[in-house]
């Protein structure tokens, strides 16, 4: 069984339903909305472009659609915002040291504190044995354009070697057309 996906354009995809795209799992899948964006270079330059498609998921991996991996610059403002608090913290309970201190050892200190404790957060997220992603099984890879927005192409990764095959099936004919990318994440 397959589903329509509907783009703001005339690439025409389809999406096989019967097997969940993260685990692949056949018991209990429903199709849930999948928000891929693919962000401008280090989340500076030219516009972040989203697209919302359905694909299918099981009960065990349907919050897996809403992950979306982290971006350098969002751990980077999580690691500031870290750093903040504990230097607040220890503004009111730390020792006193000389400026110079502060500056050369604690700043600095209180950072690498920080960037550990949210990379070692990161590193402890991680799928279950039969899941092949924790975070968004499908990535938007690349687009196509055509000027202004209209999107004309879609490069798709899917961290489930299986589901991506079936959906490269699905979609022989956009394939053919060069409308759409199939590739393993
Ligand atoms: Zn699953």
Not at 74 to 93: D, E, H, K, N, P
């Amino acid at each position: 069984m397959f589903v329509n996906l509907q783009i703001k354009n005339d690439v025409q995809l389809v999406a096989p339903v019967d097997s969940c795209c993260n685990c692949g799992s056949t018991q209990d899948v429903r199709m849930e909305a999948t928000d891929l964006r693919r962000l401008p270079l280090f989340g500076l330059a030219g516009a972040e472009i989203k697209i919302e498609l359905p694909f299918p998921y099981c009960s065990g991996c349907v919050s897996s659609s809403q992950r979306r991996r982290p971006t350098v610059l969002g751990i980077a403002a999580v690691t500031a915002l870290l750093s903040l608090v504990l230097g607040m913290c220890w503004i009111f309970f730390g020792p006193q040291f000389a400026e110079e201190k502060i500056v050369t050892i604690v700043v600095p200190m209180l950072v690498i504190t920080s960037l550990c404790i949210v990379l070692g957060f990161y590193g402890l997220r991680r799928p279950s044995a039969k899941q092949s992603s924790f975070y968004q099984p499908v990535k938007l890879r690349n687009t196509g354009h055509q000027w202004p927005a209209d999107i004309t192409g879609l490069e798709l990764a899917f961290t489930n070697h299986d589901y991506g095959k079936k959906f490269a099936d699905a979609n022989r004919t956009a394939i053919a057309a060069k409308k759409l990318k199939v590739v393993d994440a």
